[in-house]
């Protein structure tokens, strides 16, 4: 990984620290403001035409970002329980999880990677 996206990922994992508490990896956190809810606002219209015809700084002070953030939230929570659900009822579906781990997302590799010399 780059330095300068490292030195990215650090700051956000900083600043997520601050917000959340429990037993929270900051993989946990990185994972969840990063990935869930970002990819959740990536899809809102909304904030896509906000941010193309607004200043950063204009943006920022919208009200409907709140709310899309609010609805990502939620959005968020009814899609992880509803996959964490299915997964812990169907051994099909843990099949299914461990296939694609393995195979496809390379989780024997990154292991290992961690792994001390």
């Known amino acids: 990984m780059q330095d300068k996206?490292?030195?990215r990922l650090d700051e956000i994992i900083e600043k997520v620290n601050t917000?959340?508490?429990g037993e929270l990896?900051?993989?946990?956190?990185?994972?969840?403001v990063n990935n869930v809810l970002m990819g959740k606002l990536l899809e809102s219209?909304?904030?896509?035409?906000q941010a193309a015809s607004n200043t950063k700084e204009q943006f920022a002070s919208s009200p409907d970002l709140r709310q899309e953030i609010l609805n990502a939230i939620i959005?968020?929570?009814?899609?992880?329980?509803?996959m964490s659900k299915q997964a812990l009822d169907s051994e099909a579906v843990q099949?299914?999880?461990k296939d694609i781990l393995l195979n496809h997302a390379r989780l024997w590799e990154?292991?290992?990677s961690r792994a001390p010399k």
């Not at 990896?25 to 990185?30: N, P, R, T, V």
């Not at 219209?45 to 035409?49: D, G, S």
């Not at 959005?75 to 509803?82: R, S």
């Open 45 to 49: 219209a909304t904030l896509i035409q």
């Open 5 to 7: 996206e490292r030195a």
């Open 25 to 32: 990896s900051d993989q946990d956190k990185l994972v969840y």
């Open 19 to 21: 917000l959340f508490e």
């Open 75 to 82: 959005e968020a929570l009814d899609a992880h329980t509803v």
């Open 110 to 112: 990154a292991l290992r």
């Open 95 to 97: 099949s299914g999880i």
